[in-house]
């Protein structure tokens, strides 16, 4: 180990200067300078093997990184020279120290899970020769009675340390969130004397898209404006959105129901607040405040977007990262907005990370009324799907009830 390398100056560079899959694979570094060649090698291998995501590669990085600074100051030891009794060490800092330093068995389990995966690519490729891990063999009773191995498990896992239940929230608590938190209205429905959200409609109508199709936060905030622009051909009560593979958690894309009258007040808010924020976005140039813009033709094409210099790009291979530097322009060049459905006030695309700020604000709004409502994104995920799951099975019985030929349809709304 070089001498002085210390825990604050091992750091983690979450993108690198690259586009595509690699721009944001981590880089650890020591000084500015790449901490070590093989590690780095390791993470440029993970979208090979099934890590992805920007979410997930970050989170690999900061869970590597503090394990990496653990050795330095603790143990004087590169990521190479970690044994079984650093791993035990590692344990008793992150999970025997005082409450609130303490990190979660989840947690834990999910840095044993990175780490893990870390060193067993070690051993296949050679750097050590033994992972500072030990496994127990899982087994499973067979046919005819003949116990057959199925996998083994890192004795670092915590068993008792259990994914939670599905988190969800009623309607009731959903409304008053929305109203009370995101639209900053009083309890009773009436404004909030001084209560200045110039996004509460815009937010409340992101959080309706969230509960009544149980899109993913990254799916939802990379939705293109252009995505609804056939809201005025259609008369069907519902409407089926095509979400490209690239888009969507795993590639792989799918379709979702969008009721008609969240389609009209999305068609409200493009009319109104977003125009007011493209027009702000074109007095100010902000398309040179994008980092590597895409720039397109504003052509609607339901695979295919057409690119400024004549080349095309399909729908299905773009990520949501890069749906958000998408500019459209106009017929001689010029550049005019994003092509992202959700701006902020001043034009730029409302990035993931910042209706999670949004959606904590909303919940302390809450708080300051008493009301014990706290909501994440993710969590109108899983009540789409509680809710969707309930009203499927009271349609089945409802119908057991009815005469044939009498058979309903049902949504899922948030009124």
């Known amino acids: 180990m070089s001498k002085g390398i210390t825990a604050s100056n091992i750091t983690l560079q979450e993108r690198r200067f690259s586009e595509g899959p ?20 390791f993470f440029c291998d993970l979208p090979l093997n099934g890590v992805r995501s920007r979410h997930s590669l970050r989170a690999y990085g900061y869970d590597v990184l503090v394990w990496v600074r653990f050795l330095s100051e603790a143990c004087k030891k590169t990521i190479w020279q970690a044994d079984r009794y650093d791993v035990l060490a590692y344990h008793r800092v992150r999970r025997r120290v005082v409450a609130e330093q303490r990190i979660s068995g989840a947690s834990w389990n999910r840095a044993v899970a990175c780490l893990d995966r870390l060193y067993r690519w070690g051993v296949q490729k050679g750097l050590i020769t033994q992972a500072p891990f030990t496994h127990r063999s899982v087994w499973r009773q067979g046919y005819a009675g003949q116990r057959i191995q199925i996998t083994a498990r890192n004795d ?13 929230v009623t309607l009731d608590d959903y409304r008053c969130f929305r109203d009370v938190g995101l639209k900053t209205l009083l309890p009773d429905g009436r404004t909030r004397p001084g209560a200045r959200d110039r996004n509460g409609i815009r937010n409340s109508l992101f959080s309706d898209l969230l509960v009544t199709t149980g899109l993913r936060l990254e799916e939802a905030s990379s939705l293109f404006a252009s995505d609804f622009v056939f809201t005025d051909q259609r008369s069907s009560r519902q ?18 129901l969008i009721p008609s009258r969240l389609l009209e007040q999305v068609r409200a808010y493009v009319d109104v607040e977003r125009s007011y924020a493209v027009a702000k976005f074109q007095q100010r140039s902000l398309w040179r405040s994008i980092v590597q813009p895409i720039f397109v033709r504003r052509e609607r094409n339901t695979t295919h977007i057409r690119l400024l210099n004549g080349g095309d790009i399909a729908l299905d291979l773009l990520d949501p990262e890069e749906r958000s530097r998408i500019i459209i322009c106009e017929k001689d060049g010029t550049p005019s907005e994003p092509a992202a459905l959700w701006l902020s006030e001043i034009g730029m695309p409302v990035q993931p990370n910042t209706w999670e700020v949004i959606f904590a604000r909303a919940s302390n709004r809450c708080k300051s009324f008493e009301f014990n409502i706290c909501i994440s994104p993710h969590q109108l995920r899983h009540t789409f799907a509680v809710h969707m799951l309930a009203m499927l099975i009271q ?21």
Do not use: C
């Not at 690699?22 to 590690?39: K, Q, S, V």
């Open 395 to 415: 349609h089945r019985i409802r119908d057991a009830t009815l005469p044939t030929g009498s058979r309903g349809r049902f949504r899922l709304g948030a009124e």
């Open 156 to 168: 670092a896992y915590e068993p008792a340390a259990r994914r939670a239940d599905v988190s969800f």
């Open 22 to 41: 690699d721009a944001y694979i981590p880089m650890i570094l020591h000084n500015g300078a790449l901490y070590d060649a093989e590690l780095d090698r």
């Open 239 to 256: 409407i089926w959105l095509d979400l490209p593979d690239a888009q969507t958690k795993g590639d792989r894309g799918r379709q979702i």
